[in-house]
């Protein structure tokens, strides 16, 4: 009896990658490059400038004494780091009456009395708000997230991760039970939405609540989005698709930090990016439904419709005799995946461990960099687009080498480089700025082709039956690291301002150890069953073909 043709045999016929699936694609790049915001968009969103208490009448006697800024900050406002005084000069104030009559202009702390010098005068905390250094705004400015109200900040970055996390398993199965495509566009619209709530949230509870619910669905829209491609194009170009989609996520870095540039003032710039993402609901017009997810769902009739069309947009007719459809996966005994089979035999126990702690690392390290940047001190914008360009060279040294060289020694050596990157960076003096931002930047493109690779080898070291239960157990992880991250980065920053680059160098190094400890991949056929996954260190036959995350309900976080 003759075998029914598959999709992937259809598509052969009728293009695998060719006008109608590039159309598609660029959409969807588009879409990929929307998430930029929501992922990292603290950076902006949240940027703290220089501040100091507002001490009232100390702006009038600085204009009656004609003080320049810097007299008036020498005079009136605590000198930094006083003994037993952290931060003492951004929150805390002199305990004094700026308005009493008769000040010197030349020393007005001396008409005091009861004080000996300077240093005696007891200080009080900013009682009065605060004075930002800043022509734009940030909800930092705006809400006054400083000092004691400093990890309120931290809150918000965290939120949007905890988001992440809940809405991955949830989008996920809104995915396989009602489709890719209409859990894309209620997603696309619910995150507009919260979007603009949030520009126009009245205070931060509000504001963190619409910014939870961006989280919620913002990331099941970029994975969906990834699913939706990588179904509808052929074998072969499923893994380079799925790097490219990544490398959009890149490209909205670089105009993250254009438009943050040009809109310096938060609520406008929150709106700049989500106002765009309205016209994704023209998607409706513009994508089909995954003919995967149609044939899996015994729906074969439109599936032929979708893959007709898909035919007629790349200049081809599909063959009648691959008229008829059977499923990708021939009928067989099903065995149902459990949380226990991740941990009950001892390689795949160890390739779990591992890779819930590489996704971990990498989502630490991605997204603590990108905050760290945030309060180096440098031109936060030139800094955020230089950083982004290295993200360019990671994907294409992936590309070149994953399938020359293999999964293994490239993935262990990215994390090397990126542990220690951190670790030089955090010992250079800043008087050597050029070496400090290459060791920064060689330490973003390290922990880059990190995050790409575990994306790609997690899928390939779970059993067939197990695969979509590993990855989202594994990856989600990366959104526990996400959670974790900001509370290092600012809480740590100000114990001493590289204490979090030791910390990442620390836990890069580590996962560049352990990573060896993985089998290699490259050219060994996909698990079927638990038997072959724990063989696979012993295994050495070639693959007859390359799956690049074949997971239609997994987690996969962006580069």
């Given at each position: ?188 619209l619910v995150n507009s939405i919260s979007g603009v ?150 390689q795949i126990r160890k390739h779990t461990l591992i ?104 899928a390939e070291l779970y059993p067939t039956f197990l ?93």
């Open positions: 009896m003759q075998k029914m043709p598959t999709l992937d045999d259809i598509l052969e016929h009728i293009g695998e990658f060719d006008l109608y699936q590039k159309r598609a694609f660029f959409f969807l790049c588009l879409l990929s490059a929307t998430f930029t915001p929501i992922y990292v968009g603290v950076v902006f969103l949240g940027f703290t400038p220089e501040h100091r208490c507002l001490s009232p009448g100390a702006a009038e006697l600085s204009s009656r004494c004609g003080w320049s800024l810097e007299e008036e900050l020498n005079l009136t406002v605590p000198e930094q780091g006083r003994p037993g005084e952290s931060l003492s000069s951004q929150c805390r104030r002199y305990d004094v009456d700026w308005n009493t009559t008769g000040l010197s202009c030349t020393n007005p702390l001396e008409n005091f009395t009861g004080y000996g010098n300077r240093s005696s005068i007891p200080l009080v905390p900013c009682q009065d708000g605060w004075v930002y250094d800043s022509s734009g705004s940030s909800i930092v400015t705006e809400f006054n997230l400083v000092c004691e109200d400093s990890w309120k900040l931290d809150l918000f970055q965290s939120c949007v991760n905890v988001g992440f996390f809940i809405g991955s398993i949830s989008i996920g199965y809104i995915a396989d039970r009602f489709g890719r495509k209409l859990c894309l566009l209620i997603t696309i709530l949030m520009a126009f949230a009245p205070s931060y509870t509000w504001m963190l609540i619409y910014r939870f619910i961006q989280g919620l669905v913002s990331k099941g829209a970029w994975l969906t989005g990834y699913i939706l491609i990588t179904e509808f194009v052929g074998l072969s170009y499923r893994r380079t698709v799925g790097i490219v989609y990544q490398v959009a996520f890149t490209v909205g870095l670089l105009v993250l930090s254009a438009i943050a540039y040009l809109v310096p003032h938060w609520r406008w710039l929150q709106l700049a990016v989500t106002l765009p993402n309205f016209f994704f609901l023209l998607y409706y017009w513009c994508l089909p439904e995954s003919p995967r997810w149609l044939i899996t769902q015994q729906k074969n009739d439109k599936a032929m419709k979708i893959i007709n069309r898909i035919a007629k947009g790349n200049g081809k007719k599909v063959p009648p005799f691959l008229q008829n459809l059977s499923p990708e996966e021939e009928n067989g005994e099903k065995m149902t995946p459990s949380f226990l089979d991740l941990v009950r035999t001892p890779l819930m702690y590489t996704w971990f690392t990498s989502s630490v390290l991605y997204q603590g960099l990108i905050m760290h940047m945030g309060i180096a001190g440098g031109n936060i914008y030139l800094d955020f687009f230089y950083s982004a360009l290295v993200e360019f060279p990671a994907a294409l040294i992936l590309i070149l080498t994953i399938e020359r060289i293999g999964r293994r020694y490239p993935w262990a050596v990215a994390n090397l480089v990126a542990g220690a990157a951190c670790l030089i960076t955090a010992f250079v003096p800043d008087s050597i700025y050029w070496l400090k931002i290459t060791t920064a930047c060689l330490g973003r493109m390290g922990i880059t082709m990190t995050y790409e690779m575990v994306c790609l080898v997690n695969r979509n239960l590993g990855v989202l157990v594994c990856s989600s992880m990366s959104d526990i690291g996400g959670i974790i991250a900001p509370f290092i980065v600012y809480r740590l920053a100000e114990v001493w301002h590289e204490l979090p680059l030791v910390v990442f160098g620390v836990v890069g190094l580590i996962d560049g150890g352990l990573v060896l400890l993985l089998p290699e991949t490259k050219g060994k056929t996909l698990p079927e069953t638990i038997e072959d996954a724990e063989n696979m260190h012993r295994q050495t036959k070639r693959k007859k073909e390359v799956v690049y995350l074949h997971v239609l309900t997994t987690e996969v976080a962006p580069n």
